[in-house]
């Protein structure tokens, strides 16, 4: 017996789950996995094919939950994952009292063979399948109701059997492939609930087939009565287009993950041993020499060894204009490489790549459940309870109070059990919850789960940190000015070239500004750095001292008429650098961190949205006033030290607002599990993103009033769908029973069945007109006013003053 020693955390797994053909079937593999040693907690999702699994890895593995999901009665390829990872699965080992889960993973790792299952392929499966068993009902129901009552009220008489058999017979064997074949899916799924301890819609459905068909067939043969074969196969027939149509809605629900699944080629160029071989991308292993040509995707995470180019990133993180790449810069598998070949080294394959961690964090959130969708699945048990107790009162009613024919009561008692499914309610929030997500990982947005889709929509009140977040987070020039009517492009060109020679965090930026421009840097001679000031050199023949006011005054040379001036843009919190030229003053160059393009726009968009922008720093109250007047902002907390941050949210909320926190650092993590919903920037650190429930690939802020308007969208549809789905119930059900028979409204099964896969597809399709949304980013596509641009503002000289 061997004996576990591993010590591994909790871990979740994304695993596919085919064969969920209606919403409520989701109860049989939540229950079902929910009992297992070692499971911690289980959301399916019928829309996805897919269900959300954390367990203790020391207990049980993937393996056995693939097993115990095939022994629901559905079909588990393995995890959901992009279509070039390897699901690393064992078949192996399955048998034995004990399993040593530690090696046994190790194993799995080893010998991984075979991919996960892919949600839109089996979606597209079930909907054929749905077909086909929808086109034999048909083929054999339109017969039925031929020599039925029905065909006798249309013609006046029905056609002569076959042989001179009686028509309550030949009925039974037209109906034999509607229920032995059309059918057994709604039996198997009944079987399948029943075992798992639940009730759901397919033991609705099974009930009132089954219940219409044994009637017929028991007065056929065996007792007096009117036969209705033609209620059950119409009542099979309308259950399956129902549901065949709204497959083919909700499977639209799921477009953005299937995008994502697909984005990573299937091939890879391998560099061995100097010579280059084509391998599928599952077998690609860290450490592999990458050749990446111009035009192809990048096939896994990998680092630039060799060569220069730029990439297309939009598909993963959904900024549109391509990033520079030289040696040593990180690649992102799925990217598309524009221009020139790149050799790299392989540094993440498989599940552990960008783009599998994306897919992941998706299909988690999406699989997640909404507080308002764990009541709807509450409801949908007892609703299906509801429906077996109702159709059995009914027809207790009808028959021994009413006294009304067995069949009549019969009729009543099917209709209420049909029409009570609760399948609507079970996809009301699914499917707005798929799209939401969906709609926001297109746009570099990802919710973690549906609770923060639920919070981002009633925020009031948004908390941005500064530093990385409104700003770039690096220094940038923001102002020139030059004195005595000076050439400020002259000015930038000559202060870079002595810049170039140092290594000054600020030189850099200089250099930047001037390569920005355009402008050729020329070199520089006789280059001394003095420390604490700055440096001199000669540059074209002239010689300039570049550095701090200490600089100039060491010297000798006086600021003139820059003085008020600089001390205007220190007063403002901007570094200053003073250039003087041939012993004179020439000008200053004012740096400092720079407002993002969108920041302006991304205030001007929460505005809109009536929610009240807060900045949040620990730099001083004037640098922070600065910034917070460049980009529209009036409230401002500044000098918050980074201990502080989280407190200065929880006063926020202390006064009833419902409060969102935008950051990037470490020190901003615990302000972002404080804040009602935490929004991190996808360029920050590891553990702002581990703590947020919101992660903005494109780190724009623009995207932080996007995630707000796909939260509201998102929430209103799920309220929508349910106030949809609870009101068809109250309603339908008391036409169904009789209650309204003696005014002459009444329902047959079959128009009860019509109408509940109605209400489903209404469901699914109001859900998919969630992506026509209309985003900030939409009205706001150039990110409104550019801020943080290098201004020139010419100093009065001398003699003007």
């Known amino acids: 017996m061997s004996v576990v020693t591993s ?72 995890r959901s994952v992009p279509g070039h990872v390897c699901d690393p699965m064992a078949h192996e080992g399955d048998s034995g009292a004990a399993h040593d889960h530690a090696a046994m993973e190790r194993a799995e790792d080893a010998h991984g063979h075979g991919h996960g299952g892919h949600a839109g392929m089996s979606m597209a499966a079930m909907a054929r399948d749905m077909r086909n068993r929808f086109l034999v009902a048909a083929l054999f129901a339109i017969p039925i109701a031929l020599w039925s009552p029905v065909g006798e009220f249309l013609f006046g008489s029905t056609p002569p059997t076959p042989f001179g058999i009686s028509d309550e017979l030949w009925q ?44 017929s067939v028991a007065a056929t043969f065996f007792i007096e009565g009117d036969v209705f074969y033609e209620a059950a196969a119409f009542l099979a027939l309308f259950v399956l287009l129902g549901h065949w149509f709204e497959m083919r809605a909700r499977g639209g629900a799921n477009d953005a993950v299937r995008a994502l699944l697909d984005l990573a080629p299937p091939k890879a160029v391998v560099i061995r041993d100097g010579e280059e071989f084509e391998v599928p991308t599952a077998e690609v292993a860290v450490g592999d020499l990458l050749l990446i040509r111009p035009g192809s995707k990048v096939p896994v995470d990998s680092e630039v060894l060799e060569g220069e180019s730029s990439v297309d990133e939009s598909m993963v993180t959904g900024e549109s204009m391509p990033v520079s790449k030289r040696p040593g810069d990180a690649l992102v598998g799925a990217t598309i490489n524009k221009q020139g070949s790149l050799r790299a080294r392989a540094t993440a394959v498989g599940s552990d790549t960008a783009l599998a961690q994306i897919v992941k964090l998706v299909q988690e959130a999406q699989n997640s459940k909404a507080p308002a969708q764990r009541l709807a699945d509450r409801a949908a048990f007892w609703l299906v309870l509801v429906a077996l107790v109702g159709g059995a009162g009914t027809f207790a009613v009808w028959y021994f109070v009413a006294g009304a024919p067995v069949t009549s009561a019969l009729l009543f008692a099917i209709t209420v059990v049909v029409i009570t499914c609760p399948d609507a309610l079970g996809l009301a929030t699914p499917t707005a919850i798929m799209v939401g997500t969906g709609l926001g990982a297109k746009r570099g947005i990802l919710f973690k789960n549906a609770t923060a889709i639920e919070q981002a929509s009633s925020l009031d009140t948004i908390v941005l940190d500064k530093t990385g977040t409104l700003t770039r987070g690096e220094p940038e020039v923001v102002e020139i000015v030059t004195g005595d009517g000076g050439d400020e492009s002259g000015l930038l060109r000559l202060t870079a070239a002595l810049e170039r020679e140092s290594e000054h965090p600020l030189a850099d930026a200089i250099v930047k500004a001037a390569q920005g421009r355009g402008l050729e840097i020329p070199a520089a001679t006789a280059f001394e750095a003095v420390a604490g000031h700055g440096a001199l050199a000669t540059v074209s023949g002239q010689r300039l001292a570049v550095g701090n006011r200490r600089l100039l005054d060491r010297e000798g040379i006086s600021l003139d008429g820059l003085a008020a001036r600089a001390d205007e843009l220190a007063g403002e919190g901007r570094t200053v650098v003073h250039v003087a030229i041939d012993g004179r003053a020439a000008g200053l160059i004012a740096i400092a961190d720079a407002p993002r393009d969108t920041a302006r726009a991304a205030v001007s968009a929460l505005r809109e949205l009536g929610i009240r922008p807060v900045m949040l720093t620990g730099d001083n109250r004037q640098t922070a006033e600065r910034v917070a007047a460049a980009v529209g902002i009036d409230e401002v907390l500044a000098d918050v030290l980074p201990g502080d941050k989280a407190a200065k949210v929880a006063e926020l909320q202390a006064q009833g607002r419902k409060v969102a926190m935008v950051g990037d650092g470490v020190n901003d993590a615990p302000a972002l599990a404080q804040a009602d919903v935490g929004i991190a920037i996808g360029a920050g650190t590891d553990v702002a993103i581990e703590t947020a429930d919101v992660v903005l690939m494109r780190s724009d802020p623009l995207d932080v009033a996007t995630a707000v308007s796909v939260g509201r969208g998102t929430v209103r549809k799920m309220r929508q769908n349910l106030a949809w789905a609870i009101g068809y119930n109250s309603l339908a059900l008391p036409i169904a029973a009789g209650v309204f028979e003696p005014w002459g409204l009444t329902l047959r099964p079959e128009i009860a069945a019509i109408s509940m896969s109605g209400s489903s597809i209404i469901v699914a399709v109001n859900a998919l007109a969630l992506k026509r949304l209309k985003l900030s980013e939409d009205e706001h596509p150039g990110g409104g006013d550019t801020v943080g641009e290098p201004r020139h503002v010419s100093a009065p000289s001398p003699d003007d003053a």
């Not at 059918?183 to 009730?199: E, I, K, P, V, Y």
């Open 172 to 215: 039974l064997l037209l109906s034999l492939p509607v229920i032995f074949y059309s059918s057994t899916l709604f039996f198997t799924g009944a079987w399948n609930a029943l075992r798992a301890r639940t009730l759901d819609m397919m033991v609705l459905v099974a009930v009132a087939i089954g219940t219409a068909f044994v009637y």
């Open 7 to 78: 010590t591994r955390e909790n871990e979740t797994a994304v695993l596919h789950v085919g064969g969920l053909h209606f919403a409520s079937e989701k109860a049989v593999v939540e229950r079902t996995l929910g009992r297992q040693t070692g499971v911690l907690a289980v959301e399916a999702n019928p829309v996805a094919q897919t269900a959300t699994v954390t367990f203790d890895p020391n207990a049980t593995s993937v393996n056995e939950l693939r097993r115990w999901v095939e022994e629901c009665g559905f079909h588990c390829a393995g």
